[in-house]
C-alpha cells in the first residue's frame, strides 16, 4: 500500500521531532522530511512532492501563512496548519483556513497516556483526512450561492427570547475536512428568523470560539461557541466547543445543549454521532439532520437513529464535498432522504422547517 508522504515545517526542534515520531507511528503515513523555515522546506519539495505538508504559522525568514499562499499559487499541496493552544494562535490558524489550508492540528504537548494517545489518533486521522482533500473544491474557490431565501424575515438579531412550541424544529449539523468553508456557505444563507441550529465542526479546543466569531461577523444569524444549558432557538447557531461532547436535551417546550467530558466517539470529541443520537431521543421527527464534507463515518450511526425516529436528513453530494467520506457513510447506511449539493441545502432545510 503506498503511505501517505508527509513534510512537517516547524521551526522548533522539539515539535518536529515529536510530530515524526507520532506520524510514523501509523502504518499508512511516511514522513520524507523536516524543514525548521520555508526556505529550507521550498528546497525539499523541488526535490520531493509530498502529499501533505504540516506547516507552523509563526517561523522566522517566512511567517506560514505567506508560505501557505505560495504553495498554493505554485504547488497545490493540502496543508495542515500546526498550531499553539493561544487566542492568537486560532486567530491566525483561521486566516490560514481562508488562505487555503485545509486542516489545523494543536502542536503535541506532554500529557498523561490517554491524552498523548487521543492526540495521535487525532494528528493521524488529520493527515490522512487531508490527503484525500480534493483541491478543486477547496482552493480558493467560492462554493456556488444558494438562491434568494423567501424567509427573509427582518428581526433582531439573536435575541429572540420567545418559548419554543413543541413543534419547534431543530437543524444538527456535522462537518470535518472542509467543514469551515462549507459551514460558512451554509449559515451565510440563512435568514435572521432562522430555526435554531446546532453544529459539531471537528477543531481543537480554542479554536472553535474564534471560528464562531467570525462567521457570527459574516452571517444574518447570530453564531456563537456553544456553553453549558444554551437554549436553541431561532436566529441563532450554536458551535460545538473543540475538545467537548455537545448533546441535544428538552426540558417541556424548549431544547437547550448538555455540554460535557467524555471518551473518543467515532474517533472525535465533540463527535457528530453524540450530537445526532441526542436530537433522535429528544427532537425525533422535529429533527432536521446535515451531514457535510468529512473523512471517516463520525455521523452515520446517529443520522441512522435520528431517521429512525422520524427526522428528515440531508446529506451534501461528493461534488461539492472536499472530502466525501461521512456524508458518503450516511448514505449507505440509508439514513439519508435527501443528497444535495452544498449551496441548495439552507432551502432545503428552511422548506422542511416550514419556512420557505
Known amino acids: 500500500m503506498k503511505k501517505i508522504k508527509v513534510l512537517i515545517v516547524d521551526d522548533s ?7 515524526s515520531e507520532i506520524l510514523s507511528s501509523d502504518n499508512e503515513i511516511e514522513v520524507i522530511g523536516s524543514a525548521s523555515d520555508p526556505f529550507i522546506a521550498a528546497n525539499k519539495i523541488k526535490e520531493v512532492i509530498p502529499d501533505v505538508i504540516t506547516l507552523d504559522i509563526e517561523m522566522p525568514k517566512m511567517d506560514g501563512i505567506t508560505f501557505l499562499q505560495k504553495i498554493m499559487s505554485q504547488y497545490p499541496i493540502p496543508v495542515v496548519i500546526c498550531s499553539s493552544l493561544t487566542n492568537k494562535g486560532s486567530t491566525t490558524a483561521l486566516k490560514a483556513l481562508e488562505s487555503g489550508a ?7 504537548q506532554l500529557g498523561t497516556k490517554k491524552f498523548l494517545e487521543e492526540s495521535r489518533i487525532h494528528i493521524c486521522d488529520t493527515i490522512k483526512a487531508a490527503s484525500l482533500v480534493n483541491l478543486k473544491n477547496f482552493v ?3 462554493t456556488e450561492i444558494a438562491p434568494k431565501l423567501s424567509a427573509d424575515v427582518i428581526l433582531a438579531k439573536a435575541n429572540n427570547k420567545a418559548m419554543l ?11 470535518s475536512t472542509g467543514g469551515t468553508e462549507a459551514l460558512r456557505v451554509f449559515l451565510e444563507s440563512f435568514p435572521l428568523d432562522s430555526p ?10 480554542n479554536f472553535t470560539r ?7 461577523s459574516l452571517c444574518k444569524l447570530s453564531v456563537k461557541e456553544a456553553e453549558n444549558n444554551d437554549t436553541v432557538i431561532r436566529g441563532r ?9 455537545t448533546l441535544l436535551k428538552r426540558s417541556g417546550a424548549r431544547y437547550y445543549l448538555e455540554i460535557k467530558d467524555g471518551p473518543l466517539v467515532s474517533r472525535h470529541r465533540p463527535s457528530v454521532d453524540v450530537l445526532f443520537r441526542s436530537a433522535a431521543r429528544y427532537a425525533g421527527k422535529n429533527a432536521v439532520g446535515v451531514i457535510m464534507t468529512g473523512m471517516g463515518d463520525d455521523g452515520a450511526r446517529g443520522m441512522e437513529e435520528m431517521k429512525a425516529t422520524g427526522a428528515y436528513n440531508i446529506a451534501q453530494d461528493e461534488k461539492t464535498c472536499v472530502v466525501f467520506g461521512m456524508p458518503n457513510e450516511a448514505i449507505k447506511r440509508g439514513a439519508v432522504d435527501k443528497i444535495s449539493p452544498l449551496g441548495l441545502i439552507p432551502s432545503i432545510v428552511l422548506k422542511e422547517c416550514k419556512m420557505a
Open 196 to 205: 435554531g441550529i446546532v453544529i459539531v465542526q471537528h477543531m481543537p479546543e
Open 165 to 175: 412550541r413543541t413543534t419547534e424544529k431543530v437543524v444538527v449539523v456535522g462537518a
Open 210 to 216: 474564534s471560528f464562531a466569531e467570525r462567521l457570527d
Open 13 to 19: 526542534a522539539v515539535v518536529r521531532n515529536t510530530l
Open 237 to 245: 447557531a450554536l458551535i460545538a466547543p473543540g475538545n467537548k461532547h
Open 140 to 142: 480558493n474557490k467560492k
Open 102 to 108: 485545509v486542516e489545523i492540528i494543536t502542536k503535541p
